[in-house]
């Protein structure tokens, strides 16, 4: 059973331009949602988090939107860059547990000049 | 560099062998978890230990993986009679709990292969 769900599976976008990237869960426990970026060979690396009490969060270029009653959340990269180029996973915690994260199947962005 | 460190990167073995990898997670971090990913795919919880208790395992774990993490440091993961299907990267990640949202910080992985 998929508990976070990811979209788009891959995302073109030109530089300059948005991108968008969708996650949908499932079980209402989750109380955590960060996003990672990948880059190949690498570890994925924290991106952005936020906790269902906001609605939005913003740092620098990076937003994450969050709708509690749709179970929904998404990232928006501003004034996407070449170097933004990785696979972005975006993940779900229930801290009151064990904190262990549930990933969705990730999004590969690629930002062409 | 105090990043979390995985060792070896790579790791190509034949069927039926035994494999061991190390991580070394931040140092004064008291949780370890371990992640498998296969291609494609978000990494997927294997277990996690808080100092040296592993406290949680998945059902993806079977009887031929086992992970210690002796004296509350450093981290092994090794996998019995290994089968094609264990060909993945596996990934290691350290936290220190300060608050509720216990950040993880992921190291490289140990990318294995399986003939």
């Known amino acids: 059973q998929q508990q976070v769900k990811q979209s788009p599976q891959s995302l073109i976008v030109q530089k300059g331009g948005i991108s968008i990237i969708n996650c949908a869960y499932e079980?209402?426990?989750?109380?955590?949602f960060p996003w990672y970026q990948q880059f190949p060979g690498k570890g994925p690396a924290l991106l952005i988090a936020i906790r269902p009490d906001v609605s939005e969060k913003k740092e620098g270029r990076f937003t994450i939107s969050f709708n509690k009653s749709a179970k929904q959340f998404s990232l928006h990269i501003m004034d996407s860059q070449p170097g933004d180029s990785a696979t972005y996973f975006c993940a779900a915690v229930n801290t009151g547990t064990a904190s262990k994260l549930t990933f969705g199947t990730g999004t590969r962005l690629q930002v062409t000049l | 560099d105090t990043g979390v460190s995985q060792n070896p990167r790579h790791k190509i073995t034949k069927r039926g062998q035994n494999v061991t990898f190390r991580c070394d997670p931040i140092s004064e971090h008291n949780r370890l978890y371990w992640y498998r990913q296969t291609l494609g795919q978000g990494p997927e919880f294997l277990t996690y230990f808080q100092n040296e208790a592993q406290l949680e395992k998945s059902r993806l774990l079977s009887d031929r993986f086992s992970a210690e993490r002796p004296k509350g440091s450093f981290s092994t993961l090794e996998i019995q009679r290994t089968e094609q299907g264990d060909s993945a990267m596996y990934l290691c990640?350290?936290?220190?709990?300060?608050?509720?949202?216990?950040?993880?910080?992921f190291g490289p992985g140990t990318r294995l292969t399986v003939l």
């Open positions: 990640a350290s936290s220190f709990l300060r608050d509720a949202t216990d950040t993880q910080y």
């Open positions: 079980n209402t426990a989750f109380d955590y």
